[in-house]
């Protein structure tokens, strides 16, 4: 026994008495140690490591049993296939149980589904994926037994199978008895799963909805039969087809799994892949209320006239649509005078695109690897009067993307040295970023340098005094400005991403490129966190501004502007924290010697550059994209270290300190009080001095310095 508490309220003989109203001869002898039965205290199950969870593929299939719901003709085939041919390819043994469709139309569905590449000569196919045809089961027992046996022979023939796919359900169990159905529906599947544990293999069963399924309130009721089916799952995944259309919704949920509901849409080649280009909401809609969710997504609002003159719809048609819209919680209007305008609530149905996949699952941009190709020794079953099949796969390339570009050859060592540190792990082994050290075009189109409002403009002011002034000005520098600004704001890859809230942002610490409604900024004395510029209707932004804007609205200096969409992805990888770390030793290593200093803070800077494009070649040929290509790592640093510099600037202009010049770029000016000497600090920037986060860049004339800075301030625009 493990932890066992005799002292639990009662006792032992208080069970022995409750367990003697029985009959003895009916039940064993009563015992606190039985064989495999453990006690355990609140406390220790606490702190008892457990293995994690081990996944087919990650995030979204389990290893174990699960279950694939799907109306009649949704195209579950067109969901398991790719499935058998991602895990063949990979290394696995898989056993498809094609129980209700003819060998001549699955020849057909994994042509179509991986077709052979063209002028390739010789077997092309997945020399571990082997289907059983033939087989008609006649109940569950059968099924079991046969079944059993032949994975037993496989594991005998040092060849086991790792997954088995049945389908479906209802073929392999046969008729069910009447009587208890869901008692005998969950033994069935408590079955499948001591096959999963007997025979180390995962399951999955493909099984159908209920005819008229899909208004349920909880989408687990659709199941055909009785909830015995996924009552014993580790997983379940749900696929809906719109009516004549090729737009779906999958539904994931399982055992300490997130649930996942993500828009599929289901291709040429009958393979469904993850649609990150619409939201489920559009998904689950076909005809004008599909019309109206794609116009609403492009417009952001728009009135019942605007979008029926949009759409070439009549205005009662799109009336209705709305109205049917709002009734599912996806639409909401706002009046504004006597108009009424129509927008999407936010919503997780309304959110665009899926996340990175891990370049894994089915449904996919990729569709699945290219497969080995079969060998001539391969056969086309096990069975135990053939030979055993022989397999010695390579595994495809886990995550697309193509090789990594290679070092770059420049005179930069910093950007050299950003790249070794993207593609190599600190244990050495290689790593592999998707997409390769390359911005997707859609982000390009989206949000080139001129689109992007990053806080402030190289050589602006966002802050000027109104005449010459007079006395002493200290200028102050941010140091190593964008070695402290925030790594994790470095997204490894980018997904598009409908409207949502700052609380949406915060909780998924989402990161990269956001559209919002921007909101005034009404404080004419005070820098505004746009940047010198009035801020256009909607802009781009960084999450670093974003933060900003969110902090002072909290702190209730304007309004939290609305975000309209996104193309964000997960900002928890670090990517950058060991060339960040490099950097900082290499400025540490120069501390003694300014010159070397200088140059090792240019080759960075230079580095920053690279991020986005290479400076213009010396036979005056264009810009062309740097080598690691990722703009909107560049957005991130630049807009953190403007965030920052603004935050210090409003500090010091509400403690009442003479901040009177403003850079966008670096630098915070303030006029010395009468009377103080060089070593005046401003009480709002004390503690900043100390850890060095800032430094004096220098004191001097504050009229020499107007007159220099007021030719640049007039040209950069307030």
């Known amino acids: 026994m493990h932890n066992a508490r005799p002292d639990y309220p009662g006792g032992v003989a208080h069970v022995n008495d409750a367990m003697s109203q029985g009959n003895p ?23 008892h490591p457990f293995p994690d969870l081990q996944w087919l593929i990650p995030s979204e299939l389990p290893v174990g049993y699960t279950v694939i719901l799907g109306a009649p003709k949704t195209g579950k085939t ?98 069910r008895p009447q009587g208890d159905v869901f008692g005998f529906d969950y ?59 090729r737009d779906g919704i999958l539904r994931i949920t399982g055992n300490d799994m997130e649930e996942i509901e993500k828009p599929v849409v289901l291709g040429s080649d009958m393979v469904w892949r993850f649609n990150d280009a619409i939201s489920p909401g ?33 205005q009662n048609t799109v009336h209705v649509a709305l109205q ?42 990729s569709g699945g690897p290219a497969p080995a190709p079969a060998r001539p020794d391969s056969v086309p079953a096990p069975v135990p009067s053939g030979p055993a099949p022989t397999s010695d796969p390579s595994p495809p390339d886990p995550i697309p993307g193509g090789e990594a570009t290679p070092l770059y050859s420049g005179s930069s060592r910093a950007t050299s040295k950003m790249i070794e540190c993207l593609t190599v792990n600190p244990d050495g082994s290689k790593r592999r970023l998707y997409p390769a050290f390359t911005l997707e075009p859609w982000v390009k189109e989206l949000a080139p340098y001129d689109a992007m409002c990053l806080g402030g403009k190289s050589n ?38 409908g409207p949502m809230t700052m609380e949406e942002v915060a909780h998924e610490k989402w990161a990269g490129i956001f559209q919002i409604a921007t909101t005034p900024w009404v404080h004419r004395h005070l820098p505004s966190p746009y940047g010198a510029e009035r801020p256009r209707a909607r802009e781009l932004v960084t999450r670093a501004t974003l933060n900003r804007l969110s902090a002072l609205a909290r702190q209730g200096h304007m309004e939290m502007p609305r975000i309209l969409m996104g193309a964000v992805g997960r900002g928890t990888e670090r990517l950058m924290d060991g060339w960040m770390d490099w950097c900082l030793a290499e ?19 230079l580095a920053i550059g690279n991020l986005r494009v290479i400076g213009q070649h010396a036979d005056g040929s264009q810009k062309s994209p740097g080598p690691v290509d990722r703009w909107d790592w560049q957005y991130a640093f630049i807009s953190h270290h ?31 009080p009468d009377g103080a000497g060089p070593d005046w600090r401003p009480a709002s920037m004390v503690k900043l001095f100390e850890k060095h986060y800032v430094a004096v860049k220098g004191i001097e004339d504050a009229g020499e310095w107007w007159d220099r800075g007021g030719r640049g301030f007039k040209d950069g625009g307030k």
């Open 587 to 605: 400025r540490r290593r120069a501390a003694g010697d300014p010159e070397l200093a200088q140059l090792i803070k240019d080759d960075q800077n």
């Open 25 to 47: 001869a009916d039940s064993p002898a009563f015992t606190l140690e039985l064989p495999g039965v453990t006690w355990w205290s609140d406390d220790a199950l606490r702190d």
């Open 642 to 672: 403007y965030a920052m510099v603004h935050l210090w600037a409003l500090r010091a202009l509400m403690a009442g300190e003479p901040l009177i010049g403003l850079g966008n770029t670096d630098e915070l000016v303030f006029l010395i």
């Open 78 to 175: 067109a969901l398991i296939l790719p499935i058998a041919h991602r895990l063949a390819g990979s290394g696995m043994r898989v056993l498809y149980l094609k129980l209700d469709d003819s060998l001549r139309r699955m020849r057909g569905r994994t042509i179509m589904a991986n077709p052979k590449p063209a002028g390739h000569e010789g077997p092309w196919g997945y020399a571990d994926l082997f289907y059983l045809d033939g087989w008609r089961p006649r109940n569950a027992y059968e099924a079991f037994g046969q079944l059993g046996f032949w994975l037993g022979w496989a594991a005998g023939q040092g060849h086991p199978f790792d997954v088995v796919i049945v389908d479906t359900y209802g073929r392999f169990v046969g008729r």
């Open 187 to 245: 033994e069935v599947g408590e079955r499948f799963k001591q096959l999963c544990e007997v025979h180390s293999v995962s399951v999955m069963v493909t099984h159908h909805t209920r005819k008229g399924a899909g208004a349920e309130e909880d989408w687990l009721d659709v199941v055909s039969g009785s909830a015995g089916i996924t009552a014993a799952a580790d997983a379940i995944w749900y696929i809906t087809r719109t009516r004549g259309g």
């Open 324 to 365: 049917r819209l709002a009734a599912d919680g996806l639409v909401e209007v706002a009046r504004r005078g006597r108009d009424q305008f129509w927008s999407l609530t936010l919503v997780p149905d309304n959110q665009v695109g899926s996340g990175p996949r891990n370049g894994a699952a089915p449904p996919s941009e």
């Open 282 to 314: 559009q998904g689950r809609h076909t005809g004008t209320p599909r019309l109206v969710l794609d116009h609403l997504h492009r417009v952001a609002e728009d009135s019942a006239r605007g979008i029926a003159e949009a759409l070439g719809a009549q």
């Open 460 to 497: 602006q002011w966002n802050l000027w005094p109104a005449s010459r002034p007079a006395g002493l000005v200290m200028r102050v520098d941010r140091k190593a400005a964008y070695w402290s600004s925030s790594a994790w704001m470095c997204p490894n890859v980018l997904t598009r991403r």
